[in-house]
């Protein structure tokens, strides 16, 4: 990690400092610029190759659909990989493709079935990347410049949202869509650069990696146990179920109810990207004063404004200030979300927690824009807009019950408070499952208090892991209570030692303060037995 950075808080910019984050920054712009020529090249062009609406829809249908089917994958393969070589190796995959569509387009052989089989292998590369991409910046910045290097990610795609579909439609009125896709391929070596120049320290571990299977079965006990995650998912679900009603249909409003230009429209994505880097820039000191939930809420309620008055206007004039208030807003949820969703996890299963968080963005934002179209369809533009305003504020509710969380970076650290079994060297390392119980000697008045605290303990060993537990009471000796969990081979024990940060250090003491004095808290390790 770069050490260059003192008190970056205080600046929006001061993430690039970082020479390795300045660098994977501005390639990552660069790339998504040629991102954003490559979808307006490739629906372009199957407009030439065939006269369906439908095949023209399949094209995007083509380049989203591997991010539903491999976003969970990604994540596991990110967190068990060497992140640098894994991205190198989806970069030089994703700019073969690249490659292959210019000359194809170029020669004149390409034909409807390979646009779209093309199309959905640069899926798979964009599916493959974006966990990895996500976990990189903790790496490579300071904790205190996070929030910054996040809205800086956040405003990096924006820009590239506002110049790769203007500057793709120049390139394809000069020259075709061949061109759209060659530039797509020079793209992703300038990432490929960036990542060549970091020199990224492998992490020390003597456990060998996690195979892919378990690795996914690891990360979905997580999600499923890990409530400040689950905060940032439901946050996610309630923003972005209504506001995807803004972006999804704002050109029906510039071509159908106002009769506008493709320059119309172009304007005011570009009004959008200036919201947006206005937005960055304050970022971190709105945060740094009001705290990441309070900013959500009321950039939530201010995207809530900017739906209603795209309900109601018509008037050029008034739409320009709109979108500059949508960017602003758009930024501050996105960032505050992908911000809260990195530093809520520790570093073991961050890709991973990223790809649910990617799956669950990506999910909302397509059921609200289809759902918002077809209440265009039926009814009016008007009751879209008005009813994705009216849903994103009652999503607000949900901050009663999942505020986003606050982390500590300490609290994340591992504890490495438990200390290792005595065994058999001999013992085969893929033996299980293991069944692990902790004997407690617990007064009787105490025992209220201790069950509501193993509460805690419950979810903390099933997200680090475990697969079963349980609490049980002695029949005959009341005060004994024995906890048991199960985990599903011995090395995956060994990773559970390693998994416990400081935070759940202190859960555990706060279930053993209610031990009884001068009574040790007896742990046993019972293995299946041998198969063979």
Known sequence: MDKTLNNASASAWAPLRSTVFRWLWLASIASNIGTWMHE????????SLSASPLAVAMVQVAGALPIFMLALPAGALADIVD????????QLWMAAIALALALLTLGGQ???????????????????????WSALAPEVVERDALPAA???????????????????????????????????AVSFFAVIGALLLWKRAPSE???????????????????????????????????????????????????REMGGTALDYGILLGCVGLGAIGGAMLLPRLRARFGGDALVLAASLAYAAVLFGLAW?????????????????????????????????????????????????????????????????????????????????????????????????????????????????????????????????????????????????RRMRRRNGAFSWALLQDS????????????????????HHGRVTRAEQRIEAAARRYQQPGEPVRIRHLLAAPRH
Do not use: C
């Open 205 to 255: 571990t003597v456990l060998p990696a996690e195979r892919l299977f378990g690795a996914i079965r690891a990360g979905a006990r997580y999600a499923r146990s890990a409530r400040p995650l689950q905060a940032v998912l439901v946050r996610t679900v309630a923003f972005f179920l209504g506001a995807s009603a803004g972006m999804a249909l704002l050109p029906v409003l510039v071509r």
């Open 476 to 495: 005959e000796d009341p005060s004994l209570w024995q906890e048991l969990f199960f985990d599903e081979s011995w090395l995956e024990h060994l990773r």
């Open 313 to 457: 206007l018509r008037e050029f004039a008034w739409l320009a200030p709109l979108m500059l208030l949508s960017g602003a807003a758009w930024i501050a949820v996105l960032s505050s979300l992908q911000l809260a969703a990195q530093t809520s996890v520790p570093a073991w299963v961050r890709a991973r927690a990223l790809s649910v968080y990617i799956l669950v963005f990506f999910g909302a934002s397509a059921i609200g824009g289809i759902a918002w179209g077809a209440l265009t369809s039926h009814f009016s533009l008007a009751w879209a807009f008005a009813g994705g305003g009216a849903l994103l504020v009652l999503g607000l509710l949900t901050r009663l019950w999942f505020r986003l969380p606050a982390t500590q970076v300490d609290d994340l650290a591992p504890s490495l408070h438990w200390p290792t079994p005595i065994l058999d060297e001999a013992l085969d390392r893929e033996r299980g499952p293991v069944l692990v119980t902790v004997e407690y000697r617990i007064a009787a008045e105490d025992a209220a208090a201790f069950r509501l605290a193993m509460h805690d303990v």
């Open 40 to 47: 307006v090249g490739a629906g372009w062009l199957m407009t």
């Open 110 to 132: 390409m034909n409807v079935t390979l646009l779209l089989l093309l199309t959905f292998g640069m899926g798979i590369g964009t599916a493959l990347m974006m966990p990895a």
């Open 150 to 184: 996040v809205a800086l990610s956040s405003l990096g795609v924006n820009v590239a949202r506002a110049i790769g579909p203007a500057l793709a439609g120049i390139l394809v009125s000069l020259s075709g869509p061949w061109l759209t896709f060659a530039l797509n």
């Open 83 to 90: 992140k640098r070589r894994y991205l190198l190796a989806v």
